[in-house]
Nanobody
Framework: QLQLVESGGGLVQPGGSLTISCEASGFTLDYYSIGWFRQAPGKEREGVTCISASDGSTVYADSVKGRFTIARDNAKNTVYLQMNSLKPDDTAVYYC????????????????????????WGQGTQVTVSS
């Protein structure tokens, strides 16, 4: 069974840092682009960052550029999101998602911050930024 499990969420003060993880089971992440998305109460799910399968190129939303870093460790079948200089507006449920580019002829494509190409989703982890 293909599964993504996020972990590491929690409460952090403004200006603080947090790293959340996304571990895959039932499949290898080597042939998948991975995205991080977030959804705050009453708002639509938005793309935060993603990393491509082929060359590890990344895309960041303007709102997190320079503060967040995505990284993948294929040996551990895990993708990480390091979040620095956190703001109250970063409070949301964070989801990781996998886009099967390797099995759909799109392995060389860049990743996207749109929900559409991502077939597999984790259950989410809550990140709350508050004093």
């Amino acid at each position: 069974q293909l599964q993504l499990v996020e972990s590491g969420g929690g409460l952090v003060q403004p200006g603080g840092s947090l790293t959340i993880s996304c571990e895959a089971s039932g499949f290898t992440l080597d042939y998948y682009s991975i995205g991080w998305f977030r959804q705050a109460p009453g708002k639509e799910r938005e793309g935060v960052t993603c990393i491509s399968a082929s060359d590890g190129s990344t895309v960041y939303a303007d709102s997190v550029k320079g503060r967040f870093t995505i990284a993948r460790d294929n040996a551990k079948n895990t993708v990480y999101l390091q979040m620095n200089s956190l703001k109250p507006d970063d409070t949301a449920v964070y989801y990781c998602a996998a886009d099967p580019v390797g099995t759909s002829g799109r392995f060389s494509y860049p990743c996207y911050l749109l929900t559409n190409p991502y077939d597999y989703w984790g259950q989410g982890t809550q990140v709350t930024v508050s004093s």
